[in-house]
């Protein structure tokens, strides 16, 4: 199974991009593609409604927009109900009226977006391409940094954790043992929260192998302008600082009037990215012309490098 992040500036064509190369790649394979941009536009490209489950457009094509709203309210609650649960002792302090104001914390729609990339990843094995059409650049940088970064917090709160865990197996010596009504754990394999790290431990671990693996790679999208190239600059520098594989570059959006611009461009990303192939993608003059037909169906085969 292979794994391709559709990235870029938005506007450039991501989207687009995205959807021709599904609909190319599922000629012969299994391919799901799913939308991770809060400003979704699959269902508007192959004219169908789509929903936060897969949609079959082919016999070999599914299509998934996430609902990120959702995903955000179902992460809060996992989270919240969690912490409720183990620390149900402290409910006079009202530490409801803190998790009230979680949905406001930074970072909850990247863990969302990352959960769901989670799941299709564990449940869409039977493909044999899972595409993600990402947000705009600053987003994805985020959500695609998370696992290392919570790794990094996970590890460190799991030895807390377990010091404290033997702090009060020490207190629970000194004082004798306690009534069968005590509502704290002295065992490292009964404690719901160190149970949860290393949960959340295991799933990051797994999520980050596949990032870093062979089989997942960037396609970075861009446009012959200068907004398009310095933001797919940046990008090019967060990608390498996490070490994610760059696979392709797409010029989308190109014409004979800014041909030009297009080869300028271009040069200057593959300093900053040599040896990636680049696929030169022309306007199509049918949709300048409106003229009927299908955004996805291009003439031009863009999916031989993937």
């Not at 959006?253 to 022309?282: H, S």
Request: contains cysteine.
């Amino acid at each position: 199974m292979r794994v391709v992040f559709f990235t870029g500036k938005g506007g450039v064509g991501k989207s687009t991009m995205a959807a021709t190369a599904a609909w190319q790649l599922s000629q012969a394979h299994r391919v799901l593609l799913v939308s991770l941009d809060p400003a979704h536009n699959l269902g508007d490209i192959f004219e169908v409604t789509l929903s936060d489950k897969e949609h079959r457009f082919s016999d070999r094509l599914y299509l998934k927009e996430v609902d990120l709203q959702m995903r955000s309210r179902r992460y809060l609650q996992k989270e919240i109900g969690a912490l409720q649960g183990t620390y149900r002792y402290l409910q006079t302090l009202n530490l409801d009226r803190c998790f009230s104001v979680l949905q406001y914390s930074p970072g909850i729609e990247e863990y969302a977006l990352l959960t769901s990339i989670e799941e299709t990843l564990r449940s869409g094995t039977d493909f044999d391409y899972l595409l993600f059409d990402t947000p705009p650049t600053g987003l994805t940088l985020r959500f695609l940094a998370l696992p290392r970064v919570t790794l990094t917090w996970v590890e460190r709160l799991m030895e807390i954790r377990r010091r404290i865990l033997k702090k009060r197996y020490t207190i629970e010596k000194i004082r004798g043992t306690l009534s069968d009504e005590k509502v704290l754990s002295y065992d490292a394999e009964d404690d719901q929260v160190l149970k949860r790290l290393i949960e959340m431990n295991d799933e990051y671990q797994a999520l980050n192998r596949i990032l870093q693996s062979g089989e997942c790679s960037i396609v970075l999208v861009f446009n012959p302008d200068i907004l398009s190239l310095r933001e797919s600059q940046r990008l090019l520098e967060g990608l390498r600082d996490l070490g994610l594989r760059l696979r392709l570059l797409i010029n989308n959006k190109v014409t004979d009037e800014n041909r030009l611009m297009a080869e300028q461009v271009e040069r200057k990303i593959l300093a900053d990215a040599p040896g990636i192939p680049v696929e030169r993608v022309y306007l199509a003059k049918r949709l300048l012309g409106g003229e009927p037909g299908s955004l996805y169906d291009i003439q031009q085969h863009i999916v031989s490098r993937l």
